[in-house]
């Protein structure tokens, strides 16, 4: 991508430490599936091109009158909105369904989500997919005729998430280098697992989790974290966070339903405790600086008090996620 | 707006009676949230532009390329559609839910009406809302980064489509002023609220309500009426409408459903009294010359051997509506 | 219409039997509710701009700019996306709802067909319809001020899949003219009636069916067969088909739900017996060469084994549907 050249205001040099892993890159990166397919000279090339549309100087899109097709299997507003936007922001067209359990595509009539990639791969330039299905968007990808993009699958990943996620906190603290990254909340959702993979190449100071008391962080997150030599810690009190950390991506206390079908009528509990949620009294209270980032929507954990606190950036996060999105749909569609 | 001068032909002179009240115009009238914040001057504007429009006479929008999310929380044929098609017209890109309450911005995950106004509006120009709640459109605006257009906010509003009504009346009958208009049906919808707003500033002789027994006028409807010394009347059988009036904004005779959610299943009564029914053989027999308006869907309130009747507006009353969304659009759009 | 001359590989000689009956074609066709409303000329035309679109050849499309209604009644995949897409390719802009049971225009509100038809061709310039009623289209046409596109309407008809299917089958197999076409699964599906519609004017040897014993063909698709003096033979066993014909049209082995409304919940029996199943194991015993259709969605009908066969023509299908689509929407946009 020929990008108009930027200085990035949170772009951490491209000289990471010799321990980490290098990928080679593929020639044609057609898929984006997966958080662990994506190296640092990707993130800093995403986070280039999403700079550059905020901007307003990236070039015209290659990407102009190509049709990207939203195959929402699992509801959604900002991921589906968020690509929507983004779709018209290039020039580009959306199709799709947005309840896809609606569609005749589902277990009503039995079309398996192969089928499904191969019929509307033949009919548009890009397939976007939600599913509540660990792996749904690798199935899709099998046999589909243009790019898959992940935007969600289940208990899995949601690495376009991760990447805005990315984007938001270089540009809030500067570089993410030898800071401090709390995680509240759920520490088994897609967008934890999906961001700590980008978080190994931005090295961290380290990473601290305060997750429910009965729901332990996953062990591959664990593992991916220590294989990169990040300090690691789990605290009980997200008060701690907001005295040590920089940053902090809050999550929903429970979200038991993410793997759960649309119809399923499953409902997470609701209610978080006191140490698990952030308020403008405790902030104020512990003179906290920390940075707060949220991939919405939110339930109770951090208190609408919070909102027009200078901490609060999960707004700003909503807003740079249109140029993100706009970044990874160019690529995309670029590769095909 | 610098719309070309046109002869309106059902323009009322914007000379109006001393005692109406005339606001002071906002510099920037953002949002468009109740018909109480529209004035004369705004009415006739929003009448020039939409004719200018359907004449294919307006200049090339401002609105061009911007994104309009239409948010519809509440079941919506008409008014959706009504709204897509404008966006379309004016060279801007719809984007949003048609069932907010598939998506993950209703009570499932908490997500508050805020939140999603917060959000959304970091992703789009304008944000059209049709929500089953009081004030829905209000509480979004409080939060929204964008302008709010209400399209049907539970009992309480529904201004556009008050303004559509205008257009069509001015249309067929040249002048409201010193003409008698009556309601029928269940005068508690939030059509008749708006509507008698903007019927206020156009110097009707009369207003005629022909409610179900067991539904009164709503008493701020009534009082808006009194306020502004236009004549009231309560009458017991369309009849007398077709009669003696010169247009009937007929409405389903029972909208106890209007405030329910979308997934409640409550189902108002479906069978309206011959005393509320119009057909073609009471127009026939009485040889009334009333114009037939209806926001629809309709129930059985006007009979179908009507449709091809001189009397019958609301099909013609529906292309029209087409022309005053784009001029709604483009005002908040061009306020932006 | 002036498309650029093109030899169309499976393009049958326009001299067709004499006793195929050759309708007075309309000065304006601007409905496609039936494939009993289309002739020789027609299927020649519509296949013939498809190929122009599918090569790019086509000329910039009068259509260009107008706005399709997409009303979808009945979930939908395939035929949904299809039409959107086609509708971009035009460089039309689509609105609609992806699930009319979802809006006002259904039994909730009870606003009847005819009310909607009416409602929404003053707003667009092309109605697209699917509904589960028998003849739901017909209904729209009559009240409709713009072209109606029947996409399948119950057990009726689904005109423009059986274009999609004659362009298929040409382009596969050069010419149906003296070919032998069978038709697996359930004979009742909406598919087969359009399908056999258009063979009539193919010229084909036979026409094979291989229906499930206890739903027979029903009476006019067979007498639609007999009184163009075509061949046809019931089989027991689709192998039967492998072996002697040069094209099968699979279907669900049983459709019953097809006329269901999209709440009722009912679903359709999906284990199909072995004798009625296409496996690559019985291409590959058989040595067959007979190319393999399908509507799609597929049940177990087809077996995934023999995707990547020469044989199949069903995901090719679905990739032709798109240029098929536009020619449609073009001819009737520029009826209007």
Chains 1, 2, 3 share one sequence.
């Not at 968020?82 to 039995?110: K, P, Q, Y």
């Not at 938001?168 to 709390?182: E, F, P, V």
Request: aromatic share 6%.
């Amino acid at each position: 991508m020929a990008y108009v050249s930027l200085e990035t205001p949170g772009k951490v040099a491209r000289t990471t430490p010799p321990n980490f892993i290098r990928k080679v890159r593929p020639a044609h990166l057609r898929h984006l599936l997966s958080a662990r397919a994506i190296d640092i000279d990707d993130v800093d090339e995403f986070c280039e091109a999403a700079q550059a549309y905020e901007c307003g100087l990236a070039p015209a899109s290659v990407s102009a009158g190509k049709t990207v097709a939203l195959l929402f299997f699992q509801p959604s507003t900002r991921t589906r909105i968020g690509f929507e936007a983004a779709t018209v922001a290039l020039g580009c067209h959306s199709i799709g369904m947005e309840d896809m359990t609606a569609s005749r595509s589902n277990a009503r009539t039995a079309e398996s989500l192969e089928d499904c990639a191969a019929v509307i791969s033949r009919l548009c330039d890009i397939l976007v997919v939600r599913h509540h299905e660990n792996g749904a968007a690798d199935r899709m990808a099998a046999k589909s005729q243009v790019p898959v993009i992940n935007a969600g699958d289940g208990w899995n990943e949601h690495p376009t998430q991760a990447l805005i996620d990315i984007f938001a906190m270089r540009r809030g603290l500067g570089t993410i280098a030898g800071r401090s990254i709390a995680f509240g909340g759920d520490p088994r959702g897609r967008t934890v697992r999906s961001l700590v993979q980008l978080l190994r190449f931005e090295a961290p100071k380290e990473i601290v989790f305060c997750p429910p008391p009965h729901h332990d962080v996953p062990a591959d997150v664990l593992s991916a974290v220590g294989e990169n030599q990040i300090r690691c810690r789990i605290i009980a009190d997200i008060e701690h966070a907001l005295c040590d950390c920089d940053a902090i991506m809050m999550a929903p206390y429970d979200m038991s339903d993410i793997g759960e079908p649309a119809a399923s009528g499953y409902v997470s509990p609701q209610t978080t405790p006191d140490t698990h949620v952030i308020t403008a009294e405790k902030i104020e209270r512990t003179g906290s600086k920390a940075l707060l980032y949220h991939p919405l929507p939110r339930q109770d954990e951090i208190d609408p008090s919070c909102d027009d606190l200078p901490n609060a950036m999960y707004f700003e996060q909503v807003r740079l996620s249109k140029f993100m999105r706009m970044a990874v749909l160019d690529r995309a569609l670029a590769a095909k």
